[in-house]
């Protein structure tokens, strides 16, 4: 069966460090894989996109990787704030024009 | 940035009632919109796929006759919740994608309706 999984339901860390998060994916075959961050009550706001021919793609402190061969994307925070605490959801195409969420990964980072 | 509009924001009504809800792009066309459930600390689940001028797709296991969509214009679709239970109480966040751009355009999101039925 088809899953996307993100592997761990909360993260802790301390400010300033860096986050990492992870998303695994079965049996689907992306053409580009999405960021996305939610705070809570509100919607998704999209973060950054990754293509399949693409290692890794950067953003101010942000960083993604994607790796075809593992089935695997990683969502990189350096310099963590508090203002970053928030769920963060991996979300892919399934080549049917719709979008595919994880469960997403809630980071909290202390002061 | 592209702003995605949904309302209400919250509804609170009692079992049996039929609940609308509206998403609207605000400075963009969609032709295709999507709506999404989402349950306490779980992903959002893909319910249907909203195509202007056209009837919606359905994801499997949703009912189309309990969840009634209707994309009339490029800038708002509706879903409407038809004599709505309290199991079908839940987070329900709209989407849409820019018809200019490629597929793999990112969604915007709104923020979103929490429907609580009693």
């Known amino acids: 069966s088809q899953k996307i999984e993100q592997n761990s339901e909360a993260l802790n860390i301390q400010e300033g460090k860096t986050a990492t998060l992870t998303c695994n994916y079965t049996n689907y075959s992306p053409a580009y894989l999405q960021w996305y961050r939610q705070d809570p009550g509100r919607g998704p706001v999209f973060l950054l996109l990754?293509?399949?021919?693409?290692k890794e793609k950067r953003k101010e402190r942000l960083k993604v990787t994607f790796d075809t061969t593992l089935k695997q994307s990683l969502f990189h925070i350096t310099a963590s704030q508090p203002a970053d605490s928030a769920t963060y959801l991996c979300?892919?195409?399934?080549?049917?024009?719709?979008?595919?969420f994880g469960a997403g990964t809630r980071l909290t980072v202390k002061p | 940035g592209a702003v995605v509009s949904q309302h209400p924001s919250r509804v609170i009504c009692k079992s049996g009632t039929s609940v609308k809800i509206e998403c609207r792009s605000l400075?963009?066309?969609?032709?295709?919109m999507f709506w999404y459930r989402q349950f306490p600390k779980q992903s959002l689940m893909l319910m249907a796929t909203?195509?202007?001028?056209?009837?919606?797709?359905?994801e499997q296991g949703v009912e189309k006759d309990k969840f009634l969509i209707n994309h009339a214009s490029l800038t708002l679709s509706t879903l409407t919740v038809t004599s709505a239970h309290p199991e079908d109480s839940s987070f329900y966040i709209c989407?849409?994608?820019?018809?200019?751009?490629?597929?793999?355009?990112?969604?915007?999101f709104g923020d979103g309706t929490r429907l609580s039925i009693l």
């Open positions: 909203s195509n202007e001028g056209s009837k919606a797709t359905y």
């Open positions: 400075d963009f066309q969609a032709t295709t």
């Open positions: 990754i293509r399949e021919n693409e």
């Open positions: 989407s849409a994608r820019d018809s200019r751009g490629r597929r793999n355009q990112p969604q915007h």
């Open positions: 979300a892919l195409d399934d080549n049917n024009n719709d979008m595919r």
